[in-house]
């Protein structure tokens, strides 16, 4: 099903298009499939939804063919983004055969890393080595060349695993040209090599559905409701691109880009020209022109031409898509938009044609053709029997009414549904409870409160491991963590400016970390993290600073979601981050309902919006409560 907003978004940013499928949204457990697109702004959309029988070839096939009819026979998008979905790939191929078609590369590595992890005995340090030298330098490829090098060291290094160099072989390179990058750095796809925007869009439906029990109805109805809460964003966004130019996009070399191109297209321009300045007189060598065949902008090596003849970026060295600031049909001018011209003319002269080759037919023709007409525009009227519960389904855990998914096979590891944790995850746990009356390791005010200490990996990803834990109920979701925080930064820039001391570039370049262990220059930072955690989980997230009284009393806080959608009057859940600060390490804190929680930080007030805008009353009477153990405790 498509909601007219979207197909109007649809028809003016049909570039690049991610889809996905996803479970517990509704009473029945049947699959939800979204089709998700990407606006010049960074903003995602939801082209269409369908709530499919099965996730087989057929399904997917009469999706992609309604989707075909929405876009149109002379629309083509660019790329097409999917996992490794038998039952979509030869669908996709088939209805969009001059589309790209790419495979998620954060999938991709799961899947990689999970089967090497059981080839090699259940070795995690063996599968997370392999995934990040190895298996990095095959698909990161920048030539034909490395790759086939790449390829080769892989072999001969790995000949004593023939299972693995079987599975690489077998599974992913016979589709190297959909996720290595010297394949897709040549396809249009504006940044975009993985389905994360499709997972935040079922992330944000969740949170919309509040639900995972819903009849059909009700989830049309509050897909609906997305759908005009994400068209207020876009037009938003699209109007501050068209009015406002911003200081650091000011004057030279934007003269002629600023009000005419999207505010994120002129920030990635900006962070070509540090590269270009990076790379100084070597820039025409190293260059590699990867961002202006991906993202059809300027590369480093034009930037350098345009600054050395002293001439502003030419509008026409940038591709239309970035330069769409109006959604087609609102009522602006549109001329700037020749692809549609005459578009629903077209459709109303075919509609006319059909239907006078319907009025010559036989009358018997004209009574069956008419039924089918008029059941696709009043299914209410065809009296329709709720479909039957689906008993054995992917992703939601027996029993359950959570929204949140079962995990996949490679999130499991060694765990089986139903079963408790591995011992390995039940002795962290038992080791750090142990710690508990250790006042180094928590205030010792709030050890009535503690039900449990839960400790996470760390290597220096266990602040967004905790995050995980608390959201995914797997701290190895770590990736997705930090990337769904990257792409909430990315895509509401207004929104946390000013509140990350290194600037947002920069923050999004940390958080986007996905390379396995890291060092400080990656770490979580608090406090400037926890803003858009707060806000993408709708949680409050309370950050209680290990040690002294004197550390817990200053450097401990409350982090309320800066926005919220409609649906929410509160947040959602809680999420409690212990800071060892002798071992430098971020551990998960599980406590009793209503525990007192530390203050709201100033920063949280300067940039609420008016959906959270009262919301810090609601603690008012805990906020109490901790303070008053604060002052007992001196």
């Not at 270009?276 to 025409?284: A, F, G, H, N, Q």
């Not at 991906?294 to 509008?315: F, K, M």
């Not at 995914?472 to 509140?499: L, V």
């Not at 800066?562 to 551990?587: C, D, N, Q, T």
């Amino acid at each position: 099903m498509a909601h007219p907003d979207s197909v109007r978004l649809l028809r003016t940013y049909y570039w690049i298009i991610g889809m996905d499928s996803t479970y517990k949204t509704n009473k029945y457990k049947l699959p939800f499939f979204e089709i998700i697109g990407m606006t010049p702004c960074n903003k995602n959309f939801i082209i269409a939804y369908a709530i499919m029988k099965d996730e087989t070839e057929g399904s997917y096939r009469w999706v992609l063919e309604r989707l075909r009819c929405l876009i149109g026979e002379h629309i083509h998008p660019s790329a097409i983004l999917t996992d490794r979905e038998l039952g979509l790939m030869r669908p996709v191929s088939e209805v969009f055969p001059r589309s790209s078609h790419l495979l998620c590369t954060w999938h991709i590595n799961k899947d990689v890393e999970d089967r090497v992890y059981r080839i090699s005995g259940k070795n995690q340090e063996f599968a997370e080595i392999f995934k990040n030298s190895t298996w990095k330098k095959i698909i990161r490829a920048p030539s034909f060349d490395q790759y086939n090098i790449a390829v080769e060291h892989f072999r001969d290094r790995f000949k004593g695993f023939p299972g693995l160099i079987q599975y690489i072989e077998g599974t992913w390179l016979g589709h190297r040209e959909k996720f290595v990058s010297c394949w897709t750095d040549l396809v249009l796809h504006f940044g975009n090599t993985t389905t994360c925007r499709v997972e935040s869009a079922h992330a944000q439906l969740k949170q919309w559905l509040n639900s995972s029990t819903g009849a059909l109805d009700t989830v049309w109805t509050k897909v609906d409701k997305v759908i005009q809460s994400q068209l207020i964003d876009i037009r938003k966004t699209l109007e501050d691109s068209r009015r406002t130019i911003g200081v650091h996009r000011r004057g030279f070399p934007f003269d002629k880009l600023s009000c005419r191109v999207s505010h994120y297209c002129l920030d990635l321009i900006s962070k070509e020209l540090r590269r270009m300045r990076e790379l100084s007189t070597d820039v025409y060598d190293r260059c590699g022109c990867v961002v202006r065949s991906t993202h059809q902008i300027p590369c480093a090596c034009e930037l350098r031409a345009v600054v050395d003849s002293g001439n502003p970026i030419s509008l026409d060295s940038i591709h239309p898509f970035w330069t769409k600031l109006v959604i087609l049909g609102d009522g602006l001018d549109t001329s700037a938009q020749p692809d549609f011209a005459g578009f629903q003319t077209e459709e109303h002269q075919y509609f006319h044609e059909v239907a006078d080759e319907v009025m010559t037919k036989d009358p018997s023709v004209l009574r069956d053709i008419s039924r089918i007409v008029r059941e696709r525009l009043h299914p209410e009227d065809l009296g329709y029997m709720e479909p039957e519960v689906k008993t054995n389904v992917r992703g939601r855990p027996k029993g359950s009414k959570s929204t949140k998914r079962d995990p996949s096979r490679h999130e499991y590891k060694d765990r089986v549904p139903g079963r408790p944790k591995s011992s390995k995850a039940q002795k962290n746990r038992t080791s750090a409870l142990a710690g508990l009356q250790n006042a180094e390791v928590i205030p010792g005010f709030l050890l009535p409160f503690v039900d449990e200490l839960v400790d996470v990996r760390g290597d220096g990803n266990c602040g967004f491991r905790v995050v995980a834990d608390h959201i995914y109920g797997d701290e190895k979701m770590w990736g997705m963590t930090r990337m769904n925080i990257a792409n909430e930064i990315s895509a509401h820039p207004y929104r946390y400016e000013g509140i990350f001391i290194d600037g947002l570039q920069a923050a999004i370049t940390r958080i986007s970390w996905e390379g396995g262990e890291c060092g400080p220059s990656y770490w979580m930072q608090v406090l400037d993290d926890l803003f858009p955690i707060a806000t993408i989980f709708n949680a409050a997230v309370i950050y209680i600073q290990g040690g002294t009284l004197q550390q817990t009393r200053f450097s401990s806080f409350t982090v309320l979601p800066l926005h919220s959608s409609e649906v929410h009057s509160r947040p959602s859940k809680e999420i409690v981050i212990l800071y060892i600060s002798g071992r430098a390490h971020f551990v998960r804190l599980n406590l009793q309902d209503n525990f007192p929680v530390p203050p709201i930080p100033t920063l949280w007030f300067q940039h609420r919006d008016h959906t959270v805008q009262s919301w810090h009353t609601l603690y008012a009477n805990r906020r109490e409560q901790w303070d008053s153990l604060i002052g007992m405790a001196d």
